[in-house]
T-cell receptor, first 112, second 116 residues
Framework: RKEVEQDPGPFNVPEGATVAFNCTYS??????FFWYRQDCRKEPKLLMS???SGNEDGRFTAQLNRASQYISLLIRDSKLSDSATYLC?????????????FGGGTRLMVKP | GAVVSQHPSWVICKSGTSVKIECRSL??????MFWYRQFPKQSLMLMAT?????????EQGVEKDKFLINHASLTLSTLTVTSAHPEDSSFYIC????????????FGDGTRLSIL
């Protein structure tokens, strides 16, 4: 089983749609969670950290369910510029605070 | 804030050449930097953790004599791919973290290495 699992997609949605991505992680001792976005042939850029209480940043909402070891990202009112690969990232696998484990990414394509 | 610069962004060279990649944290001090490699359509894979003033910690399967890491200051880490071969062609990305262990990592622009 992979440490961090994501549906690779692609998710093809029209502009203005709401889309949700899910991610599961295997290490129950993981402490920190993030969503990054990566554009084609570019480096990952931090989208948002994910907090236990859930958090929102504009059109983006992240949720964490520690009991189910599940993280989600919701994007409302999708824009063409949201097209990218979204990486679910967890610290671990050995709970080393410095080390990140990346999911395989979920590809989103927003169409006009 | 939290800007990480990586240089060069693109390298094309002959097989057998050694290539040095620099990673700098521009506006913060990073005691720890990380080096990743990403092959097309695959996820980032951690190669090594670079600690300022000490030896790097390599992930299983990564040859330390092949990928030399030096972290001489709190703002600079270098990765040297020695005697590079075509199979070393990849996207190499560094990252650095500012502050506590629960803080996110910030990535450099990446270096696309092509070995002919």
């Amino acid at each position: 089983r992979k440490e961090v699992e994501q549906d690779p997609g692609p998710f093809n949605v029209p502009e203005g749609a709401t889309v949700a991505f899910n991610c599961t992680y295997s290490n129950s001792a993981s402490q920190s969670f993030f969503w990054y976005r990566q554009d084609c042939r570019k480096e990952p850029k931090l989208l948002m950290s994910v907090y236990s209480s859930g958090n929102e940043d504009g059109r983006f909402t992240a949720q964490l369910n520690r009991a189910s070891q599940y993280i989600s990202l919701l994007i409302r009112d999708s824009k063409l510029s949201d097209s990218a690969t979204y990486l679910c990232v967890v610290n671990g696998p050995n709970n080393a605070g410095n080390m990140l484990t990346f999911g395989g990414g979920t590809r989103l394509m927003v169409k006009p | 804030g939290a800007v990480v610069s990586q240089h060069p962004s693109w390298v094309i060279c002959k097989s057998g050449t050694s290539v040095k990649i620099e990673c700098r944290s521009l506006d913060f001090q990073a005691t720890t930097m990380f080096w990743y490699r990403q092959f097309p359509k695959q996820s980032l894979m951690l190669m090594a953790t670079s600690n300022e003033g000490s030896k790097a910690t390599y992930e299983q399967g990564v040859e330390k004599d092949k990928f030399l890491i030096n972290h001489a200051s709190l703002t600079l880490s270098t990765l040297t791919v020695t005697s590079a071969h075509p199979e070393d062609s990849s996207f190499y990305i560094c990252s650095a973290k500012q502050g506590a262990s629960n803080q996110p990592q910030h990535f450099g622009d990446g270096t696309r290495l092509s070995i002919l």
